[in-house]
């Protein structure tokens, strides 16, 4: 699996958008970026993936580079419940293939 | 989604001995993963367990200290073996489900060693 780049931690203003990037400079070319995060003393959850498009769902949207190299997590209205650590991960998209955790962004929305 | 039951939810043991965590999946899946986190910590991979064979073990572990035991599709133990307080942590099973391969997680083990 490619290795990721993410920074440590964040800040941001509740009701404001979230952007959280995520450096993938070696991902090769059919290997998914999957988002997760997790709340404290929580399994993580799955939050978003995409392979080339930007993707959009209820939690999230998901922009990716045009070269694939780094890609962005908008959380368009970030609440209190979105303090997390959220976790950037680049894999293939296949029941055996493991999912490596990098160190993530920890997130922390104030009011 | 799926529903994954794991249990305990925490335990602490003294030193030397041994905790097995069992792992029950709604529905049956091929490869189940164990993951460890360490307090402070990102999760790291200990194992992918397959049904039928052997699990496959990342750098750093060994069968020996982290045995375990896949015996159907649905269900799968980790046994933390011969307990040092290094082995405090979390550890959650997870699976691959759906079109999309999402990964879902178990609760969780909090284990503490004393």
């Known amino acids: 699996d490619a290795k990721t780049t993410q920074p440590t931690s964040m800040d941001c203003a509740e009701g404001r958008a979230a952007n959280l990037p995520c450096n993938h400079s070696t991902i090769s070319g059919n290997e998914y970026v999957y988002w997760y995060r997790q709340i404290h003393s929580q399994g993580p959850q799955y939050i978003i993936h995409?392979?080339?498009n930007n993707e959009t769902n209820e939690m999230a949207s998901l922009i990716i580079t045009e070269d694939r190299k780094s890609s962005t997590l908008i959380l368009p209205h970030a609440t209190l419940r979105d303090t997390a650590v959220y976790y950037c991960i680049v894999s293939l998209q296949a029941a055996g293939n493991k999912l490596t955790f990098g160190g993530g962004t920890r997130v922390l929305v104030k009011p | 989604s799926a529903v994954i039951s794991q249990k305990p939810s925490r335990d602490i043991c003294q030193r030397g001995t041994s905790l097995t965590i069992q792992c029950q999946v709604d529905s049956q899946v091929t490869m189940m993963f164990w993951y460890r986190q360490q307090p402070g910590q990102s999760l790291t991979l200990i194992a992918t367990?397959?049904?039928?064979?052997?699990?496959?073990?990342e750098s750093g572990f060994v069968i020996d200290k982290f045995p375990i035991s896949r015996p159907n599709l649905t269900f799968s133990t980790l046994t933390v073996s011969n307990l040092s307080p290094e082995d405090s942590s979390i550890y959650l099973c997870s699976v691959r489900r759906g079109s999309n391969e999402k990964l879902f997680f178990g609760s969780g083990t909090q284990l503490s060693v004393l």
């Open positions: 995409g392979l080339k």
């Open positions: 367990a397959n049904q039928g064979s052997e699990a496959t073990y």
